[in-house]
């Protein structure tokens, strides 16, 4: 296709040119590679449509993008800077305001400011497969270009608050179908461009502002949307702020603009934006790493050892992503438990719309293949063993694979503490050993550890990366330490929760304080789900090192001996039957006993204290794990946090966090908290320093 230049055409800028054909005028955007609307894209649009404006033989105005996709929403490299004019709300206006006829051609992944632009063009045609949305939401703030004002009229208060308050995209038909683009026509954009813009010169196709479309009232539709956020979203703040600015809709809109502008301020001093936009980026920023440069070993076949939950889990994202799966069980049994728990997972994908069902029968007949023999890897790329936590079992295993595998081959442990130089010692090829420590259920959660033993390659970690990204995950890299940086972390803090329950409140209290802070579930709920016997089995393997001044508490150990795992066995920490989830008495009694056995007086934990001695441990080990080099960064460790524990997305992590907390009210707390237990609480060396230099951790991440 020939460039608007090759065409005699007039660039504007670097990224924005015009094509004149007679009466009409083509305005094409190239700036790879999403066309994010940059300074250079905001002034040379309006610079184009000024002057075509002024030309009287201008009759109509096409608006198109180069590549891959209309405008897809902001320049994230401008996050963060000072906005320079024009201003994307200036703009629209503009567009809008132009006496011209201004046609917008929408492709690939329209949002955000790219939606706004359409919107306050005079006409919006898409091509097929097209996708638009307001995703503003999710990074703390409101689509802030008039798109609380121009969607409701366009697509209606309901169909605009659904929109604008999920932050989730729509497909193009469904745009069509609310009345946001116009219509759908096949083609390259620049040709659908210059169709569209005669249509409207030949009086085809109808022109209008949107501005002068009026609002039809729907006070049910605020009121349901204000319920559901409550019960839904109630810690959230911008969601709210959306349904405030689509109601001021209902007026004229430069007073509705005015209102929107004044919300979107409001959002933009939030600490909840300030900790999404971190998170936003934090997803981004753990895939540099010292082997970034290393060429990734090429992935074809996997191999999956184990067909029990997470071997089963590991193997459907595999297959899911493409890969051949080799999985091997101890005998026929465990293979056909692992087979139907795959295929129970693929119908699951099905189901979501993720995978058609003529996709889900060719991977199970084509891409699966079963054995109950460690041989049926010998050809497998990568190896991932996925078995219960046993080192000699898993030492025996790797000692096998380094007679079977080819030459090459990545052998992984998905071992969630085990110390994988240990294991890399098994084999006599420890620099294609490493851990690839997957999250519950595997074919759903994000995360993924890379954990790189001290003989671990550079390519070898590079594949590592380059398989997480294949199958849609976050990779962070961590060193070798019991539990690595997730699991570490949260053994520690989990000892803090524990102290309160002995000292007086109970598991029930804790959880509701934790998910009033956020998370999803609270440390016993999340206990009772993931199995009270894997945190039993750790702490069986760690006993004989136990320093005799730790302060022990066997209340969960207790309640394993009575054969309760939780949600598994029906009971736990709580009880789950027919009549639902309610706390396990027994547990309580087990408690009582323990505080009574201690010599404990329980005493009344607030909320708020709760939170804080649960948060300030995290944080307190955290920074351990930093200090250590286990992470490699501040972010690493908010992006295990965000993306595999399910901490509050909208505070950005535990390190985040304790940049809002301040490092010297972090340690005026542990110092309080060690006049109870001197052992636990310590100030760590790191988070000192920060106190008396007035150091953030952020300023770790730029380093």
Known sequence: MQSGSERGGTAINDVVSIERQGPLALIALDN????????????????????????????????????????????????????????????????????????????GTTLGGGLEVALASHLRVALPGTRVGLPEVTLGILPGAGGTQRAPRLAGVSAALDLITSGKPLAV????????IDRIEDGLPRDVALRAAQAVLDGHDRTRRTRDIAVEPDAEAFEAMRAKLKKTQPLLFSPHKCVDAVAAS??????????????????????????????????????????????????????????????SGIATAALLAGFSVTMTERDQAGLDRGTATIGKNLEGAVKRGKLSTEGRDEILSAKLSTATELDALADADLIIEAVFEDMDVK????????????????????????????????????????????????????????????????????????????????????????????????TFYKKAADYMMMDGASPEEIDRAITGFGFAMGPYQVADLAG????????????????????????????????????????????????????????????????????????????????????????????????????????????????????????GGPMHTADQIGAAELVRRIETYAQEDSYYWQVPVLLRKLAEGSGTFAEMNES
Not at 40 to 57: F, H, K, N, Y
Not at 173 to 180: F, I, N, Q, V
Not at 398 to 426: H, M, Q, W
Not at 439 to 453: C, D, G, N, T
Request: aromatic share 8%; hydrophobic share 40%.
């Open 32 to 107: 790879p590679p999403v066309n994010a609307a940059s300074h250079a894209v905001r002034s040379g649009l309006w610079q184009a449509i000024e002057a075509l404006q002024a030309e009287p033989d201008t009759r109509v105005i096409a608006l198109y993008g180069k590549g891959r996709t209309f405008i897809a929403g902001a320049d994230i490299r401008e996050f963060g800077k000072p906005p320079k004019d024009p201003w994307l709300p200036d703009l629209c206006n503009f567009i809008e305001d132009c006496e011209t006829p201004v046609v917008c051609v929408l492709h």
């Open 173 to 180: 038909e469904k745009a069509l179908e609310h009345g946001l």
């Open 250 to 311: 209902q007026l004229p809109l430069s007073e509705g603009l005015k209102e929107e502008r004044r919300l979107f301020n409001e959002c933009m001093d939030s600490p909840q934006r300030a900790g999404l936009i971190h998170a936003f980026f934090a997803e981004r920023a753990v895939a540099k790493i010292p082997e970034a440069s290393a060429k990734p070993r090429d992935i074809q076949n996997i191999g999956v050892i184990g067909g029990g939950t997470m071997g």
């Open 395 to 490: 030492k025996d295993i790797f000692g096998t694979l380094d007679k079977i595998a080819k030459p090459g081959a990545v052998l992984a442990s998905n071992t969630s503490y085990l110390d994988v130089n240990e294991i890399a010692a098994a084999t006599g090829r420890p620099e294609d050993v490493i851990g690839l420590h997957f999250f519950s259920p595997a074919h759903i959660m994000r995360l993924m550890e890379v954990v790189v033993a001290e003989k671990t390659s550079a390519d070898a970690v590079a594949t590592g990366f380059a398989l997480a990204k294949k199958l849609k995950k976050i990779a962070v890299r961590s060193g070798v330490c019991d539990g690595f940086i997730g699991n570490r972390i949260m």
């Open 532 to 651: 009270l016997d894997i945190s039993w089995a750790a702490n069986k393997r760690r006993a004989a090192t136990r320093p005799a001044e730790e302060r022990y508490i066997p209340i969960a150990d207790e309640i394993c001996e009575k054969g309760w795992f939780g949600r598994k066995t029906g009971q736990g920490f709580y009880v789950y039957d027919a009549d639902g989830t309610r706390p396990n008495p027994e547990a309580l009694a087990i408690i009582d006993e323990e505080r009574a056995r201690a010599g404990v007086t329980p005493r009344t934990f607030s909320g708020d204290e709760i939170v804080s001695r649960f948060v300030t441990a995290m944080i307190l080990e955290a920074t351990r794990v930093l200090e250590e080099g286990i992470a490699l960064r501040p972010v690493d460790i908010d992006a295990v946090f965000l993306f595999g524990y399910g901490f509050p997305r909208f505070r």
